[in-house]
């Protein structure tokens, strides 16, 4: 077992430079591996170029986990669904039933006449359409599931789980893709939008210390409309007024105007958008400037033309933000906004409603910042602790194994190496937890060369040759390693699976430290010490 | 030929007599146990807002140092509850704890309506700040994290199944690994060090957070390994002096591996000491318990795990076959 043969030896060199090599980027500053372009120059191109990634501990930054409330898209599905079946039952012949209602998950309706059974049913397979796939294509699963109870009058519709899950997939995807346009507006590096689970959305944002201004961007819906105001609808002293049908009241940014009523049809909504930006008025207040699309053009334009001298509203999630007086009709498909902005809130308006509205409200449910600052702390902190612990531990291996205790020090460098070269290459992301991982590794990785040593002292006091006693020590003590790093990268293997965040860096760092310091103690210092027995040809043992 | 000195840290050969103070490490071991259960029912854990939920707010008001008073005091008018002040790390560096709050509560801070449970948490985070910005002439903000409801109690979920799945999995290890008088030991061992590590917590009342959970799990993964070193020697002495009385030999095994089980301890712990002392306080918590359990693990495998093989009394010709298998050559 001694005995290397040469591929062996280049096998096992080949390895260690090629961590070395993932290593390196870790080393040398950003501007020599990357061009003004941010492409990999010269030799950098070629080699390994990735750096580890830190986590928003490290780095600094805002992680935030938002819930998707599906509970009011299905409301919403379910109340469209008592639309249309009412208006199904109209058309001629119509149907004659009681209002359909929604009760709890389900609509319900009660036809007047029994006879009317088959016909209502036959009628409402209408809507009932397939499902739409991930790829938009038509599945095989029906939306609804419309049941005309044994009494003969009362007909139940339900939303299949199939089309229930359709709708949180729909949902959810297009969150996200809302999400990252509007986080992409704010000119922020690398953020990552990830779905979580069945109906969360991740946001981490480095580099981003204000959680709330993430918040507000993506916890808005953003569903902008334009109406027209109603003056002559009375509000009362509270806002709470009966009001005719069609009409609403909502509530204005506006303190001298705290509501006003508005026609419920709206003239044109955001999706009639085209684009959206910051800009300032002629008296250099800042205003959210858009343009509609074709469609929104001449809706708008329309709208105008015959209301000159009204008012119309701009509401933002139920919400007035301003209502001006129609001076003259619009017809270029242009417009401000103006109301109380800041250039920020403005933008952050502009990119909102450029970006297009959520499909549904999303709750934030955990939220960690971290400053920059305080990463670069723990970062430096970190780079001490591991410094330190490294010395101590040569430290005390030279005071116990003498020139054995070099050789164990060779195979933690190459240990430390090649752990971070594969978080460099895998990409894993290191977090605070992640260092203390590679303090912890550091400590323990002598274990397997302790062993060894143990065991070949042990063998050569039993009067052992020196290359039979190496030899055995390392056959010897084999299991015992195994065993001892099985049983850890047990315990990391499960913090990884049922770990979040920080704590899946430590088991990160702790699996990756295992599997290379079982290398660089067994392979590694064997061939150290096999070369050294070879070349040097000692007597006896140094130790 | 002996480029360094031979510097000996440790005695080669040592001939303690672990065996003979087995009672005294049993009745050690049964103190500590009933201790840790006490201490946990008596002064329970000090749930961190993984677990509990709330908001908790690292702020630095360098260059000047803090005022905890003040902060207390503007806090106190909030009237929010559970809300703890403390110096953490430097004396310009505060953490502020906030519990979860109700939805009343998040109402009447906030002056606003507040949706939901979840709605109610960010609330209380926003009047706090609003708060702390009014009252401190000079703050940055070092971290900030708010957990609802919601994710705490996944995570408290989430955090026993990992300590329940992974001692599975290490019971399902030693079945495999070990005859059962071994096994006994082997399974006290996990007991020992899990309810030990929770005593731990219960009596420094530090913060049980999601690394502790780390921490204990890589105690338990360590110390596993040490009693796994010791009892594969046991079977391998058994093997050699068939007829020594086995106390005799149980002594002769965990001499033969104490210089191993000391500088491998030794080099962990200067490590973590390393991370305990620099990290930060961040890292602190995380690192005391990696050093209690080390050391206590280390403690278990030289005094408890042999010695509890002479209660269970060990079958010494069948262990041959097992231990062969393992030690081949």
């Known amino acids: 077992m001694l005995y290397f043969p040469p591929w062996k030896t280049v096998l096992i060199l080949a390895v260690i430079l090629i961590g070395f090599l993932f290593t390196l980027p870790n080393f040398v500053p950003e501007s020599v591996r990357y061009d003004e372009s941010g492409r990999a120059q010269g030799a950098w191109s070629v080699l390994p170029n990735q750096t580890v990634n830190l986590g928003l501990d490290l780095q600094g930054g805002s992680h935030l986990v938002f819930q998707v409330d599906l ?42 006449d029994p006879e009317d059974m088959s016909r209502a049913l036959q009628r409402l397979d209408e809507i009932n359409e397939r499902v739409t796939g991930t790829g938009g294509q038509a599945g095989t699963a029906r ?24 709708i949180r997939q729909r949902t959810v995807r ?9 986080i992409d507006g704010m000119g922020t590096t690398e953020p990552v939008i990830a779905r979580q689970g069945d109906d969360r959305v991740l946001v981490q944002v480095p580099g981003e210390s204000d959680p709330q201004r993430i918040i507000e961007l993506v916890g808005t819906t953003a569903r902008m409309t334009f109406h027209m105001v109603e003056s002559g609808v009375d509000v009362g002293s509270d806002c709470r007024a009966r009001t005719p049908p069609g009409i609403v009241i909502y509530p204005s940014d506006d303190p001298n105007e705290p509501c006003l009523a508005v ?24 205003v959210v ?29 139920d919400v007035i933000i301003t209502a001006p007086v129609i001076r003259s009709a619009i017809l270029g498909g242009s417009g401000i906004i103006q109301g109380n902005f800041t250039v920020r809130s403005a933008t952050d308006l502009a990119t909102m409603i450029g970006a297009g509205a959520l499909p549904a409200r999303l709750t934030p449910i955990e939220e960690r910042t971290v400053g920059a600052s305080q990463g670069q702390d723990s970062i430096e902190r970190g780079q001490i602790a591991i410094l330190i612990g490294f010395g101590l531990v040569i430290v005390f291996m030279w005071l116990a194994y003498g020139y054995f205790g070099i050789v164990s020090t060779a195979a933690l460098i190459t240990n430390v190496f090649m752990l971070l070269g594969a978080l460099s290459g895998l990409q894993a992301t290191l977090t605070l937890p992640g260092i203390a991982g590679i303090v912890l590794t550091i400590g323990m990785a002598v274990d397997a060369n302790v062993l060894i040593y143990e065991r070949i002292r042990e063998e050569w006091r039993n009067g052992r040759t020196l290359a039979s006693a190496i030899e055995n020590g390392y056959n010897h003590a084999l299991s015992a390693i195994l065993d001892a790093n099985i049983t850890t990268f047990v315990a990391a293997a499960v913090l990884y699976m049922m770990g979040a965040g920080p704590v899946r860096g430590f088991a990160v760092t702790l699996g990756i430290g295992i599997v290379t310091s079982v290398f660089t103690a067994f392979v590694f210092s064997r061939l150290i010490i096999a070369t050294w027995l070879r070349v040097m040809r000692p007597k006896s043992l140094p130790m | 030929m002996n480029a360094f000195p031979l510097v000996r840290l440790l005695p080669v050969d040592t001939s303690f007599q672990f065996i003979r103070m087995r009672v005294g490490a049993f009745i050690l071991s049964l103190v500590m146990i009933l201790g840790s259960v006490g201490a946990f029912f008596a002064f329970g854990l000090n749930l961190g807002i993984d677990f509990r939920g709330g908001t908790v707010i690292a702020l630095s008001t360098a260059p000047e140092p803090a005022d905890l008073g003040e902060i207390r005091t503007a806090l106190s008018d909030l009237n929010l509850g559970d809300v703890q002040v403390q110096e953490f790390g430097g004396p310009s560096d505060v953490l502020v704890r906030v519990a979860m709050v109700d939805v009343a509560t998040a109402e009447r801070v906030t002056g606003q309506p507040v949706e939901d449970f979840e709605a109610a948490q960010q609330a209380a985070r926003r009047a706090v700040q609003a708060v702390l910005n009014e009252a401190l002439a000079n703050v940055e903000y070092l971290s900030v994290e708010v957990v609802g409801p919601q994710v705490s109690g996944e995570l408290v979920v989430a955090g026993t199944t990992a300590v329940i799945v992974a001692l599975f999995l290490m019971l399902l290890y030693i079945w495999f690994r070990f005859e059962w008088q071994f096994s006994v030991g082997a399974v006290l061992a996990l007991i020992h060090d899990v309810v030990l590590t929770i005593g731990f917590f219960a009596v420094t009342q530090l913060e049980f957070n999601l690394p502790t959970i780390a921490a204990i799990l890589t105690i338990v993964g360590y110390s596993m390994n040490d009693t796994v070193v010791v009892y594969d020697r046991i079977r391998e002495m058994f093997r050699k002096y068939k007829t020594k009385p086995t106390p005799e030999v149980l002594d002769i095994a965990i001499n033969a591996t104490l210089s191993r089980t000391i500088l491998t301890s030794g080099t962990t712990l200067v490590a973590i000491v390393s991370m305990a002392v620099i990290g930060g306080p961040a890292l602190e918590g995380f690192a005391l318990a990696l050093i209690w359990g080390v050391a206590i693990g280390t403690y278990y495998s030289i005094f408890v795990a042999a010695p509890l093989l002479t209660l269970t009394g060990v079958k010494r010709d069948s262990g041959e076959d097992d231990g062969a298998r393992v030690h081949a050559g």
């Open chain 1, 71 to 112: 509970d009011e898209v299905r409301q919403d599905r379910l109340s469209n669904l008592q639309d249309d079946v009412r208006s199904l039952f109209r058309r001629t012949p119509p149907i004659l039933s009681a209002p359909p209602a929604v009760i709890e998950d389900r609509v319900v309706v009660r036809l007047t």
């Open chain 1, 289 to 317: 400037a858009f343009t509609f699309n074709q469609s929104g053009a001449r809706a708008f334009g329309e709208a105008t033309s015959r209301n000159v001298g009204r008012r119309f509203a701009v509401v933002l999630d």
């Open chain 1, 263 to 286: 026609q419920r049809r709206a003239l044109v909504t955001g999706e009639q958008l085209n684009t959206a930006g910051q800009s300032f008025d002629e008296n250099g207040q800042p």
């Open chain 1, 143 to 166: 939306t609804l599931r419309i049941q005309g109870d044994p009494d003969g009058r009362t007909i139940t519709i339900q939303i299949t789980d199939a089309e229930l899950d359709s």
């Open chain 1, 174 to 182: 297009q969150s996200i893709s809302v999400i990252r346009r509007r």
